[in-house]
Nanobody, 117 residues
Framework: QVQLVESGGGFVQPGGSLRLSCVGS????????MGWYRQAPGKQRELVAAMQKSGPINYADSVKGRFTISRDNAKNTVLLQMNSLKPEDTAVYYC???????????WGEGTQVTVSS
């Protein structure tokens, strides 16, 4: 069974920082594309950032310059460093793994991020 477990969400004031972590099984991190998505109330789930095992990184325009995705394949971990947080960043953040060839997807259960004064 493939599992992704997110952590690191919470409540932060505007301008603050949070670091999200996603830990998965070794089978995922050996070859999968890993990404972070978010879903705000009443909105569709959207891509925040995604990266291959080693290579291109994609960011949503709304987070460029503020968020950084990284992965440690040896520790089966993908991180999302979020700086200069804004109220509009409030959402449930999900970790996603995609097989690069079959496109089979796995999702974590999400972690809530709330940015408010």
């Amino acid at each position: 069974q493939v599992q992704l477990v997110e952590s690191g969400g919470g409540f932060v004031q505007p301008g603050g920082s949070l670091r999200l972590s996603c830990v998965g099984s070794r089978a995922i991190f050996s070859s999968y594309i890993m990404g972070w998505y978010r879903q705000a109330p009443g909105k569709q789930r959207e891509l925040v950032a995604a990266m291959q095992k080693s290579g291109p990184i994609n960011y949503a325009d709304s987070v460029k310059g503020r968020f950084t995705i990284s992965r440690d394949n040896a520790k089966n971990t993908v991180l999302l460093q979020m700086n200069s947080l804004k109220p509009e960043d409030t959402a449930v953040y999900y970790c996603k793994a995609v097989h690069p060839l079959t496109r089979v997807e796995f999702w974590g259960e999400g972690t809530q991020v709330t940015v408010s004064s």
